[in-house]
């Protein structure tokens, strides 16, 4: 087999695993009404359960910082990815509120290993190309979102079981996914030197870019938990209609990410960060306006066309400023992932009940233009991957992945 076909089988590989984690993700998040009526889980203890999620992932997240340093991150997705299905599976099959409470927490560590995972195997191929595609594997996240997202939709519309709902995701995605797996372009734990910390002061380097990363989370997780109520309780939509932006949002989100990589190899990833944060701040201005439902909806896709293309080009920053210790930047901007989760949802919904939803549209705008301070540290000519900056030839893959 051929470098160029075990790289392309490699990507392929790789894109299919954030595929099949935006439809596990999105099965889990659209159907948490379900799991609360299912477990009987109070309206005051939902938040706690919702919270445990993205905090033992970030631990996860931390430890596999680590743990990669002795198996590489290919081993580590090859084993996380089937236990997040499994897990969602135990989400479904409990009876009792302790039985939902392990496979949550089951989820939510075997989640970070594999959100860091992934993103390390992603920056080292994209090392590997010379050119930008971490835009694309994003964008197979947001295609299984969408895919996630209807499939809870069908099983919420004929009035299926959790179990029943999850399990033939879980059946046609787990096989699929060991398949997948074995084309994964990772490093054995033999006969490579592990890589380098960060180094003294790094982490104050990679600050910027976790900031960056939390704003980026903290304006996606506002779409995500409050776009419906925004649409339906302060500009009047129907219910039916409030369902509707985020769906756009993640249409949006996967034309953008689908087409982005072309934007960083044409202009660089600096420009293209900026020109995304301007659009989604512009976003958020317009949903915090908007006279009505439709005004509204166009705020919210402005929104997914400008969030999109921050975090890919995060991670890939983290991976350009640290090349030999890129899965260490990796794992500690994905802790930052979950920060921003966290801190999103509270934040607007303390704001808009302590003063309105309005006003508290502006404040994740306010922390979205918090990147434009930082746009800098994306790189520079480097940054681009695009035409004249390509590699002649494959010369290796990063740490994390073989040398070729």
């Known amino acids: ?78 084993r996380a990815q089937p236990l997040v299905l499994l897990s969602l599976l135990g989400v479904g099959a409990g009876s009792t509120m ?16 594999l959100d860091a995972s992934m993103n390390m195997l992603g920056v080292s191929l994209q090392r590997a190309y010379g050119r ?40 046609v995605l787990l096989p699929l996914a060991f398949y997948g797996s074995r084309f994964y372009v990772g490093r054995s734990s033999e006969g490579e030197v592990p890589e380098k910390g960060l180094g003294a002061g790094g982490f104050r380097l990679l600050l910027p870019l976790c900031l960056v990363m939390a704003c980026a989370y903290i304006g996606d997780s506002t779409v995500s938990n409050w776009s419906a109520k925004y649409l339906q309780d302060v500009l009047g939509s129907s219910e039916q209609l409030a369902t509707v932006p985020y769906n756009v949002y993640m249409v949006t989100t996967l034309i953008g990410r689908a087409v982005g990589d072309l934007g960083v190899r044409r202009f660089g990833a600096v420009t293209v960060v900026r020109i995304g944060t301007l659009v989604a701040a512009a976003g958020f201005a317009v949903v915090a306006a908007a006279p009505g439902a439709w005004a509204g909806m166009l705020g919210f896709t402005l929104l997914g066309i ?14 350009r400023l640290f090349p030999g210790a890129s899965d260490t930047a990796i794992a500690r901007l994905n802790i930052f992932n979950y920060v921003g989760f966290l801190i999103g949802s509270p ?58």
């Open 1 to 78: 087999m051929t470098e160029d076909v075990r790289l392309r089988r490699g990507r392929g590989s790789l894109g299919f695993s954030f595929f099949v984690q935006g439809v596990t993700f999105a099965l889990l998040v659209t159907r948490i009404p379900a799991i609360q009526d299912r477990y009987g889980i109070s309206d005051g203890l939902l938040p706690a359960f919702l919270a445990a999620v993205p905090v033992l992932a970030g631990v996860s997240s931390v430890a596999t910082e680590h743990l990669v340093k002795r198996v590489g991150p290919a081993a580590v997705l090859r």
């Open 98 to 113: 302790w039985h939902v409470a392990v496979a949550l927490g089951a989820f939510g560590l075997s989640v970070g290993a």
């Open 132 to 171: 930008s595609i971490m835009l694309g594997f994003h964008a197979a996240y947001s295609l299984g979102g969408i895919v996630g997202a209807s499939a809870a939709w069908a099983g919420a519309h004929w009035h299926l079981s959790l179990f029943s709902s999850y399990l033939p995701a879980v059946v």
């Open 306 to 319: 400008g969030l999109c293309v921050i975090v890919p080009q995060t991670f890939a920053a983290g991976g």
């Open 347 to 404: 934040l607007v919904g303390g704001i808009g009940d302590a003063w309105s939803y309005r006003g508290a549209m502006l404040v994740p705008m306010a922390l979205v233009l918090v990147t434009l301070f930082h746009a800098r540290s994306f790189g520079s000519e480097g940054a681009r991957y695009g035409v004249g900056h390509e590699r002649p030839r494959v010369v290796d893959v990063g740490r994390g992945g073989n040398e070729v």
